[in-house]
C-alpha cells in the first residue's frame, strides 16, 4: 500500500497550492494522512478531493474546520499515529511519543508537523516522522513531503524535496 504524508498545507494565508508534482504523489496514492494547519476549509476540501482515502487532523491554526487533534489508522498492518504537534520545537519529539504511547504501543509510528522540518527518526523507542510543509510554507526552505510504501507490518519511507 502506498502512502503520502503531508502536513502544513497553511492555504491560503502563506501559500496559494500545493505544487503539480507533489499533487501527482498524492493522487495515485491509496491513503494520504495530513497531520494537520490546512489553513482553510477549501485546503482541506481540496486534499479531500485529490485523496482515495484521507487521515487528517487539524493543527494550531485549524480549530474552524472540525477535524480530530489525534487520530489512528492502521494501513498495512502498520499503526499510525497522527498528531499535529503543537508547541515549542523543543519538545516536539517528547509530545508525538507520548501521543504515540496514548493511543497505541510502541510499535505504532508517529506523524506529525508543525515544525515544517523533514523528520525520521526513532524516539525512545517510536518511529515518528515529521513530513515537513507540503508548500514550503515559512518558516521551511521549500516543498517536502514523504512517501511510504507499507506491507505486511513494514513501513519503507522516503523523503521529497523541491
Known amino acids: 500500500m502506498d502512502v503520502a504524508l503531508i502536513s502544513d498545507s497553511h492555504i491560503p494565508s502563506r501559500e496559494h497550492e500545493i505544487p503539480p508534482s507533489f499533487r501527482e504523489r498524492i493522487e495515485v496514492a491509496d491513503h494520504v494522512i495530513h497531520a494537520g494547519d490546512f489553513d ?6 481540496d486534499i479531500r478531493h485529490m485523496a482515495t482515502a484521507l487521515t487528517a487532523v487539524s493543527g ?3 480549530p474552524q474546520i472540525g477535524l480530530p487533534e489525534r487520530a489512528t489508522v492502521e494501513l ?4 499510525f499515529v497522527v498528531t499535529h504537534g503543537t508547541g515549542s520545537p523543543r519538545g516536539w519529539a517528547d509530545r ?7 493511543e ?6 508517529g506523524v ?3 515544525t515544517h522540518e523533514l523528520v525520521d527518526t526513532v524516539y525512545e523507542g517510536v518511529r515518528l516522522l515529521n513530513p515537513g510543509s507540503v508548500t514550503g510554507a515559512s518558516p521551511a526552505d521549500c516543498p517536502t513531503m514523504m512517501t511510504a510504501t507499507v506491507e505486511d507490518g513494514s513501513t519503507d519511507v522516503a523523503q521529497h524535496e523541491l
Open 40 to 45: 482553510s476549509k477549501g485546503a482541506l476540501a
Open 60 to 62: 494550531n491554526i485549524d
Open 76 to 79: 498495512g498492518g502498520v499503526t
Open 96 to 102: 508525538v511519543a507520548a501521543a504515540v504511547r496514548e
Open 104 to 109: 497505541a504501543d510502541s510499535s505504532a509510528v
Open 112 to 114: 506529525a508537523g508543525h
